[in-house]
Nanobody, 127 residues
C-alpha cells in the first residue's frame, strides 16, 4: 500500500503561480509512474502531467510550457510547479501513482490505470 498526501493548493489570480507537492508513504520513484490529475465537478478526471521511473515526462497540451512536474531529491516526493495560471486551471488536483517498473506512462492514460491516489488539493484561479 502507498499513501499519497498532497499540499500546496490555494486561490490565486490569473497569471499567478502555485506549487503543489505530493509525499508518498514510502520510496516509490524507481518503480512507479507518478502523475497529477485534475477534476472539475461534473466532468471526468483528466491527466495533467506524468513522470515515469526513468524520468520521462509528458504533459497535456493545455499546460505544456506553463506547468512543470518533477521529483524531489528523495524517492517519495513529487511536485507540480504551475505558472501563468488561467481560470480554466481551476480544479481539484490529485496526485496518483501506478506500479509500472520501467514502463512509460502518459498524461492521456485513464485514471483507472493508477492504483493509488491522494485526497486532492483545490486550486482556484480567478480572472
Amino acid at each position: 500500500q502507498v499513501q499519497l498526501v498532497e499540499s500546496g493548493g490555494g486561490s490565486v489570480q490569473a497569471g499567478g503561480s502555485l506549487r503543489l507537492s505530493c509525499v508518498a508513504s514510502r520510496n516509490i520513484a524507481r518503480t512507479y509512474c507518478m502523475a497529477w490529475f485534475r477534476q472539475v465537478p461534473g466532468k471526468e478526471r483528466e491527466g495533467v502531467a506524468t513522470i515515469d521511473s526513468l524520468g520521462s515526462i509528458s504533459y497535456t497540451g493545455s499546460v505544456s510550457g506553463r506547468f512543470t512536474i518533477s521529483k524531489g531529491n528523495t524517492e517519495n516526493f513529487l511536485s507540480l510547479q504551475m505558472n501563468s495560471l488561467k481560470p480554466e486551471d481551476t480544479a481539484m488536483y490529485y496526485c496518483a501513482a501506478a506500479l509500472r517498473g520501467t514502463v512509460a506512462c502518459r498524461w492521456s492514460e485513464s485514471p483507472d490505470q493508477y492504483n493509488y491516489w491522494g485526497q486532492g488539493t483545490q486550486v482556484t484561479v480567478s480572472s
